[in-house]
């Protein structure tokens, strides 16, 4: 699989920012955890949400489930992207439309900020519903590498993988 991330990480990968907690919480200054590109896990990860994002847009024009989001691969201008979460507020055809949902690390962008994404930007996705958060690959292999007390204060409660 060709890689997307840069050759120092897959841009800035916000920890704190796991949607649930970015979306829910409002989270203003996220954790950065940087990933080499050759990082087969978090490649995994990425490959088996864009595999899925159709089942993802799917349960957003059916309006299931709350707090949408996407992770966006967003240029960075020395190189490589800074992935970051986008809280969705609509898809027109292949490009997904949302707010920036955390403060981004190396891109000229605000929290808050209206970004359009197209598709092949999309290296996640998440939802809740039924108090389950829905995705999340990356967030996934994120969750082995943090402490117990970083996970604890996420309180994710992860749905099975569709």
Do not use: C
């Amino acid at each position: 699989m060709t890689s997307v991330m840069s050759r120092r990480a897959l841009g800035a990968l916000s920890a704190a920012a796991f949607a649930a907690a970015v979306l829910a919480a409002g989270v203003a200054r996220a954790q950065v955890i940087d990933y080499e590109n050759s990082d087969r896990a978090m490649n995994a990860a990425i490959a088996q949400a864009r595999q899925s994002l159709p089942h993802f847009v799917s349960q957003f024009r059916a309006g299931r489930g709350e707090r949408h989001a996407v992770k966006v691969a967003i240029p960075r201008p020395d190189s490589g992207n800074e992935h970051i979460w986008m809280s969705l507020t609509g898809i027109e055809g292949d490009v997904f439309v949302g707010r920036i949902a955390n403060e981004p690390v190396y891109i000229d962008y605000e929290q808050g900020d209206v970004y359009s994404a197209p598709k092949a930007q999309i290296s996640d996705w998440t939802y809740r519903e039924g108090g389950l958060d829905h995705g999340s690959y990356t967030t996934r292999v994120m969750l082995k590498r943090l402490t117990p007390e970083q996970r604890q204060q996420l309180d994710l409660k992860l749905a099975p993988l569709p």
